[in-house]
């Protein structure tokens, strides 16, 4: 039997149906996006900057004319043995003018020309003897040097030459400092010395000496024994 409570609950002919449950409330748990930590480069000191040593030696540019030739100088021990004077045909007359090698330098050399006449034989002229400074005007007072010494050239090297190249060695008149009139008793005093041994007794020409020395080896594949070198070298420190 169903009993209605109209007094109860009002007039309505409906039951009331009560509601238990409510719909559940979602809670949403949302986990927070890690934040990324910024790398931060260590602090290192800048390096310090290299300090660059002064070069021993000078620069090409900067190379005196003695210290550049010096570079191209072939260091060998002499060899003596054989040597003749007579190995080198000097005083030819290469171009069949009438003159001689040795007339050749002394009119190319005259401060004062001479005169030429007859058999080459030489008049009026004046000659200055650069060794140890002394001036002619009589040709036979100077003898015709062989810049390099003959005795010299076969030591360093003109002992395997053969016999013509020995001959042009003794009368190059291609190379002005070849071949130099000079006083008698100067080239007599110089003899067959290299720069080690002997120097002109014009302190004022040495640098030009010792220069022209190392060209004319130079200039005919020559050698140079260590002690000549060691003299060269030291004029190298200070000829301009």
Request: a negative charge.
């Amino acid at each position: 039997m169903i009993i209605w409570f109209a007094s109860l609950f009002g007039s309505s002919d409906q039951p009331v149906e009560q509601v238990t449950s409510a719909i559940p409330t979602q809670t949403v748990t949302r986990t927070p996006t890690p934040t990324a930590t910024p790398t931060v480069s260590p602090i290192t000191e800048s390096p310090k900057p290299t300090e660059t040593k002064k070069p021993t030696t000078k620069p090409a540019t900067e190379l005196t004319d003695l210290q550049v030739l010096i570079a191209d100088l072939v260091v060998a021990a002499e060899q003596g043995a054989g040597y003749d004077r007579d190995l080198f045909k000097h005083w030819i007359d290469a171009d069949g003018d009438g003159c001689n090698t040795r007339r050749e330098v002394l009119i190319a050399e005259a401060k004062v020309k001479p005169t030429v006449s007859g058999d080459c034989d030489l008049y009026g002229g004046e000659w200055y003897s650069v060794y140890d400074q002394v001036t002619t005007t009589d040709p036979s007072d100077f003898d015709v040097d062989h810049f390099i010494p003959l005795k010299e050239a076969w030591d360093s090297g003109a002992y395997a030459w053969s016999a013509e190249k020995r001959k042009e060695f003794a009368n190059d008149l291609g190379f002005g400092g070849s071949l130099i009139a000079v006083t008698a008793s100067s080239n007599r005093s110089k003899s067959d010395r290299d720069p080690y041994d002997w120097l002109p007794v014009n302190t004022g020409y040495r640098c030009s000496y010792v220069t022209n020395w190392v060209k004319v080896k130079i200039r005919w594949g020559l050698t140079v024994d260590s002690s000549e070198l060691a003299m060269i070298k030291e004029f190298g420190k200070t000829c301009k």
